[in-house]
Nanobody, 118 residues
Framework: QVQLVESGGGLVQAGGSLRLSCSAS????????MGWYRQAPGKQRELVAA???????NYADSVKGRFTISGDNAKNTVYLQMSSLKPEDTAVYYC????????????WGQGTQVTVSS
């Protein structure tokens, strides 16, 4: 079994910063990707940022230049540093890991609320 535990969400004023962390535990092998998604009320879940394969990063256009994703494979942990936050960044943020060499499996955290006030 794989468990993802997130931390770091909260309430912040526009222009502020937050850092999200997600630690994975259990049978962690062959990490294909790790990253963050978010879902705002009434909207679909969307990719925020991800680290793929050998370390390439991918960001949603809306967060480029403001958010930075980083990972620590030794600790099975992924971070999301969020700066210059905007009210439209308000959402539940979900950690995601994709594991497996031949058969891929997706794992999700429970979600952490990020609220940006104007």
């Amino acid at each position: 079994q794989v468990q993802l535990v997130e931390s770091g969400g909260g309430l912040v004023q526009a222009g502020g910063s937050l850092r999200l962390s997600c630690s994975a535990s259990g049978s962690i092998f062959n990490i294909n990707a790790m990253g963050w998604y978010r879902q705002a009320p009434g909207k679909q879940r969307e990719l925020v940022a991800a680290i793929i394969g050998g370390g390439a990063t991918n960001y949603a256009d809306s967060v480029k230049g403001r958010f930075t994703i980083s990972g620590d494979n030794a600790k099975n942990t992924v971070y999301l540093q969020m700066s210059s936050l905007k009210p439209e960044d308000t959402a539940v943020y979900y950690c995601h890991f994709r594991l497996g060499r031949f058969v891929k499996s997706d794992y999700w955290g429970q979600g952490t609320q990020v609220t940006v006030s104007s």
